[in-house]
């Protein structure tokens, strides 16, 4: 990384700067189809299941910010633009769609730390190892657990017990 002189900010490298970029429009749309999610589990009296999808956007809003302010500190403009998503219908469905993009968000972020090892970018890779930590043994461990728990009990059974 260098010091820009002129504006007093750091440059980062532009490879880290655009994997950083697609990161956050990433945590972006994962924070937009948790909330829709959880809306519509409130909507239809899961109350549970809308506290903790509620819990998840806010985490998500929390990465967001984190990568933001990284890639102002490097000097360049974040793109907020999240990825397409299509929202699930049925609680079946939004958990799984959930459940995929944290894989898919895992998967990001095991590239994006590789790239700042790579790089010699250590803050970055600190704040996405931070990231991956709450991907892994967070989100997607829970969603792992309400779809076996489906698996195991019966889908009506499940519902009764989010009210």
Known sequence: M????ETDTMQGHPDVIECLKELLRGELAARDQYFIHSRTYEDQGFTQLY???DHEM???TQHADALIRRILMLGARPDMRPHAFEPGLTV???LRKDLDVEYSVRASLMEGIALCERLADFVSRDILVAQLGDTETDHAYWLE???GLIDKVGLQN???SQT
């Open 2 to 5: 260098i010091l820009n002189t």
């Open 51 to 53: 506290t903790r999808i």
């Open 58 to 60: 806010a985490e998500e």
């Open 92 to 94: 079946p469905e939004m």
């Open 145 to 147: 657990k309400q779809i």
């Open 158 to 160: 499940y519902l009764q």
